[in-house]
């Protein structure tokens, strides 16, 4: 009975990773990488900006705010939407369908980053379409009342500081596939040529600058928990900011800014050269 069940989940599984390899899902998916390219490319611009002390949000509602502005705002905020979702899709189901043929470790880590980039790629999709509504919001006011929510919650400091070290942990992940290159295998027609070597020096500076705001983010929620201070917590944005007051930290905001549009080139050659 339980071999029959099996059977029958195995084969509603291969049904749906059928359903899921589809033209339409697969350009979707690469209009939402040439979405987080084009927002990585502006937060890297603001991100060095501050380190020049300009101001901004280091974050996506400060990009969404200023693709917002542009002429096409609402057609550009609901196409980019629809891009986020795609991807968030796509995501959903390499962290479920795909990630079932891969060896047990790297099933379990295939699952917690792709599941993780779902649930980033979808929020984000969700900011775009409230920006095209006019609801505006800032992420920094997000993420602290987020906190607050949870550290007020039975084990709520417990669940925070897991989510700390998750963030933190796939900021590390970021950093290894950046320093090893495995994001090569992502990528068509680039082997063993000179802009491949180019495109490798995007991919390696790139992925270890998301990386790293990715562990800053982490540890901010877990300093907010050790702290009990909520406002510790804020993001990206203020991770960032945070960084640009310590010493040495203007200089690291600028190679951080400019890690992040290396990370956007790569995005947008993955847009059009990606394996899928």
């Not at 068509?188 to 020096?201: C, D, L």
């Amino acid at each position: 009975m339980m071999d029959e069940e099996e059977t029958s989940l195995r084969e509603a599984a291969d049904r749906a990773e059928e359903v899921s390899d589809t033209k339409t899902l697969d350009v979707a998916a690469r209009f939402g990488f040439a979405v987080m390219a084009v927002l990585h490319i502006i937060i890297g611009a603001i991100a060095i900006s501050l380190a020049f002390g300009g101001s901004g949000q280091a974050e996506p509602t400060g990009a969404i705010a200023e693709l917002a502005a542009s002429p096409w705002g609402p057609a550009v905020l609901w196409a980019c939407a629809a891009g986020c979702v795609g991807l968030a899709l796509w995501q959903l189901s390499e962290a479920t369908l795909r990630a079932r043929h891969l060896p047990t470790g790297e099933r379990l880590g295939k699952t917690i980053t792709s599941g993780f980039l779902a649930v980033a790629y979808g929020s984000i999709g969700l900011t775009f379409g409230n920006f095209a509504l006019g609801v505006r919001s800032d992420s920094g006011d997000s993420t602290r009342d987020f906190t607050v929510a949870l550290m007020r919650a039975p084990l709520g400091s417990a669940a925070l500081l897991g989510l700390g070290a998750v963030i933190a942990g796939i900021g590390v992940y970021f950093e290894v596939k950046g320093l090893r290159r495995t994001f090569r295998e992502e990528l068509a027609h680039f082997e063993q040529q000179r802009r491949g070597r180019i495109v490798e020096a995007f991919g390696v500076v790139g992925h270890v600058a998301k990386g790293v705001a990715l562990n800053l983010v982490g540890l901010l929620f877990i300093v907010a928990v050790v702290k009990q201070d909520p406002q510790e917590s804020t993001g990206l944005d203020g991770s960032l900011k945070a960084l640009r007051d310590q010493a040495y930290g203007p200089y690291l905001l600028l190679a951080i800014g400019a890690g992040f549009i290396c990370y956007g080139i790569f995005a947008l050659l993955r847009s059009r050269f990606g394996r899928m």
